[in-house]
């Protein structure tokens, strides 16, 4: 069973080093923490009373670990799911903030549970993925996995920009749906031709 420094570590290897692609709404990024999360916590690491893009490429391994662990992890309270969700929703937090948690309070009301869709994990959330878990323990994770993914799709649908993330320049699976892929067992990965099927109306 991993630490929650060891999925961390594995994030920060995802997410690789500095960009700054003017596609990407999150800005100038290193290690997967955006300019707008540095700012928001005030990480001035050149002293020079701001925090732009040369604090962003000044910006550490083990710093990224940190900020993860502390405000991606603890912070929004995924130490309080279940254990066997811990690795995917700490991954799309990371990758998405709030609405890692949307994905799996609108999983929960299409299981049957009552929950708020507000990005935030109390008490009912957290009850509710301990009882849909109990209920399901070998297909939860399973079933968060392709919520991702569809959520993934449907930024891409809905923004032509943001296509070059879930499909390759060579036209197969791009980076997004590999990643959330990761997380779901193999017998539920898209083939190369359901793939093909879902992005067709892409041209």
Do not use: C
Request: glycine share 10%; charged share 25%.
């Amino acid at each position: 069973m991993q630490n929650v420094r060891e999925i961390a570590e594995e994030i920060v290897g995802r997410e690789g080093g500095f960009v700054n692609d003017p596609d990407d709404p999150g800005g100038a990024t290193n290690f997967g923490v955006t300019i707008h999360t540095m700012r928001r916590l005030g990480l001035d690491l050149d002293r020079d009373g701001d925090v732009d893009v040369r604090d962003v490429r000044r910006l550490t391994r083990a710093q990224a670990v940190d900020i993860f662990v502390t405000h991606y992890f603890e912070r929004p309270r995924i130490a309080d799911l279940p254990q066997p969700l811990h690795a995917t929703v700490f991954d799309m937090y990371v990758n998405a903030g709030g609405n890692a948690i949307k994905i799996l309070q609108r999983l929960l009301n299409a299981m049957g549970y009552r929950v708020s869709v507000d990005g935030a994990l109390g008490p009912q959330s957290i009850g509710a993925a301990h009882e849909a878990h109990e209920q399901a323990p070998d297909h939860l994770v399973d079933a968060y996995g392709i919520a991702r993914r569809n959520y993934y799709f449907r930024i891409a649908d809905n923004r032509p920009a943001s296509r070059k993330y879930a499909r390759s320049r060579a036209g197969g699976k791009g980076g997004w749906i590999k990643r959330a892929e990761e997380f779901i067992a193999p017998r539920f990965h898209l083939s190369d031709a359901q793939f093909q099927q879902r992005v067709a109306t892409w041209g």
